[in-house]
């Protein structure tokens, strides 16, 4: 399983929805969402500021988390930026990995 980091801030309609529903429920209904995608959610904050909520999960592939970031936008409420996270071990594996590159203009 690969991590990511959702950030999600509300449009107006999601606002009330998130009064509404509460923060729990809110909460209950990403878990189940991210499960449905094959994945696990580790966390769910929310915010003010940038973003309204932040959630840390594991997903099976960059596919699932592509899938899972275009259902969750298209569903109105919220608009959704999802990140891959690296462990340190795989930075580790990156930055023995070469690849020739030429600057531009050189």
Do not use: W
């Amino acid at each position: 399983m690969a991590k990511f980091l959702l950030r999600s801030t509300y449009t107006i309609d999601g606002v009330r929805g998130l009064v509404n529903d509460g923060g729990t429920k809110r909460a209950d209904v990403v878990r189940k969402t991210i499960e449905a995608a094959g994945g696990q959610m580790e966390s769910l904050y929310f915010g003010f500021g940038d973003h309204d909520t932040y959630v840390l999960c594991d997903l099976p592939d960059n596919s699932a988390a592509a899938g899972l970031a275009i259902s969750i936008r298209a569903a109105g409420g919220v608009d959704t930026k999802i990140t891959p996270l690296l462990t340190a071990q795989e930075v580790d594996g990156a930055t023995h990995q070469r690849a020739e590159y030429a600057p531009p203009g050189r």
